[in-house]
């Protein structure tokens, strides 16, 4: 049984699947990087998000997996003596259009099992007095909301799972998945690894994965680089919570920077989206090569009308904009804390790259998708809240997995059981 990709989702995958068999050592994840968790799982802003922001008709994976994701990290943190800091959020509307939106998000919060303690709407005059540094019309405060550091998570997974006996394979690409009687997968720099079944977790990565395995043909993606900047000491006091601000565009959600509280007690803005051409183009170098390729693999696909859509290119230039400019970066925060100086911030923060599914319509999918083909599972569109969803989502990926006995199950060491989360993960 083998796990590919060693991010927070595949990572906790092999947790439960490692704590639960019989033969630990059958359980194997194979990462490319020397060390686990290297790209988005410890690239991004660090919240444990309350599920107010999405719909549980649309997002109902996403939803679901951030609900269950807050109380299952604050156990794991309390148990490892990790920080989990649970902070708050409040999220503000600048407009009618803004309240409009607050108004829905209540409503989905109550749905996702919030309740009328952890999330309320703050009248204007109301928010001057919890953090009078904002400026908006009205707002959501949401006191079920974390700051964690989830690569410190993810390494203390990867130490528990390791003390179950799990077999890790740092430092080795999958280069090539075959089919004879069982799945072979070559890697570089070349090893040969044999497996019934194949978990594909491999984030940015995890589509040509599957394309390579003749896998979601119909799909392809578009990635996004979400860049910060650090603000310096002088800013450490602005607020006590992270602001976050209604999405201009509710299609994009994650187009917006916001003032974010780290659980440290760091300060940062951030994250724009910048498109870029691979999962990994963090500086110019990478993304002009990946270029090519990802022209090439676009053309034929959704992503084309993507390209073509004016709304997009539009968003898309805005991007580019606060990318190549700190002061357009910083003055889209400023919208609603107008005494940050774009000037003080002299220090970027480390970006991350976001990979998001689109359908042969050149749509924007919406929720994570799980594709199941003969005996490989394909997690696809793993974005935001994947780290939050992490542990209840990799619950329910094992337990489908044991209940198929290709995993044959043993004493239990995880710190759940994987069926009791299945079942709140269906409910
Ligand atoms: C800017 C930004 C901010 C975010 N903020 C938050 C947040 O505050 N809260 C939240 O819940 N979520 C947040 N997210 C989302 C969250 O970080 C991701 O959903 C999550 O980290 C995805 O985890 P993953 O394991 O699927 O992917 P990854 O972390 O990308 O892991 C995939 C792994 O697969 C490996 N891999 C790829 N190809 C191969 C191969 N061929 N062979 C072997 N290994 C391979 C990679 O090296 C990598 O380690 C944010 C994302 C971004 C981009």
């Known amino acids: 049984m083998a796990i590919i990709g060693g991010g927070i989702l595949g990572t906790s995958i092999a947790y439960f699947l490692a704590g639960q068999a019989k033969d630990p050592s059958s359980i194997v994840l194979i990462e490319q990087e020397r060390d686990i968790a290297q790209h988005t799982s410890r690239r991004n802003t660090g919240k444990v998000h309350a599920p107010f922001l999405y719909d549980p008709a649309k997002k109902k994976q996403f939803a679901k997996a951030a609900a269950l994701g807050f109380e299952m990290w604050e156990k794991f943190a309390k148990k490892k003596g990790l920080p989990f800091v649970r902070d708050g959020v409040i999220e503000v509307a600048l407009d009618e259009r803004g309240i409009d939106r607050l108004h829905k998000y209540m409503t989905w919060g109550e749905a996702n099992g919030l309740s009328k303690d952890e999330l309320q709407f703050l009248e204007k005059k109301d928010v001057e007095k919890l953090e009078p540094k904002v400026r908006c019309e009205a707002a959501l405060y949401c006191s079920k909301d974390g700051s964690v550091d989830y690569g410190a998570f993810s390494q203390a997974l990867l130490r528990d799972l390791r003390s179950f006996g799990c077999t890790v394979l740092l430092g080795q690409r999958v280069r090539q998945v075959t089919r004879t009687s069982e799945y072979v997968i070559s890697t570089e720099p070349g090893q040969r690894i044999e497996a019934q079944f194949i978990v594909n977790a491999a984030g940015g990565n995890t589509i040509d994965i599957a394309h390579s395995m003749g896998v979601a043909k ?188 290709v995993v044959s199950a043993g004493t239990s060491r995880t710190l759940w059981e994987p069926m009791e989360i299945a079942d709140k993960m269906t409910t």
């Open 218 to 405: 119909e799909y392809t993606d578009l990635h996004f680089r979400g860049e910060y900047w650090q603000a310096p000491e002088q800013y450490h006091d602005l607020t006590r919570l992270s602001i976050y601000s209604v999405p201009r565009n509710p299609e994009y959600p994650f187009l917006d920077p916001h003032w974010i509280v780290r659980a440290d007690g760091r300060r940062e803005v951030g994250p724009n989206a910048v498109p870029v051409f691979g999962p990994y183009a963090y500086t110019l170098g990478k993304n002009l090569a990946s270029m090519i390729p990802k022209i090439i693999e676009s053309s034929p696909t959704g992503a084309r009308k993507v390209f073509f859509d004016k709304q997009f290119l539009s968003l898309a230039s805005t991007e580019l904009k606060s990318s190549f400019s700190k002061t357009a970066m910083i003055n889209r925060v400023r919208e609603f804390l107008p005494s940050l100086r774009p000037s003080a911030f002299t220090t970027r923060g480390t970006a991350g790259i976001r990979s998001s599914v689109i359908d042969k319509d050149g749509k924007f999918v919406p929720d994570t998708l799980m594709i199941k083909r003969d005996s490989s599972l394909h997690i696809l569109n793993y974005n935001s809240p994947g780290a939050t969803g992490a542990l209840p989502l990799a619950a329910k990926v094992a337990a489908q997995i044991l209940e198929t006995g």
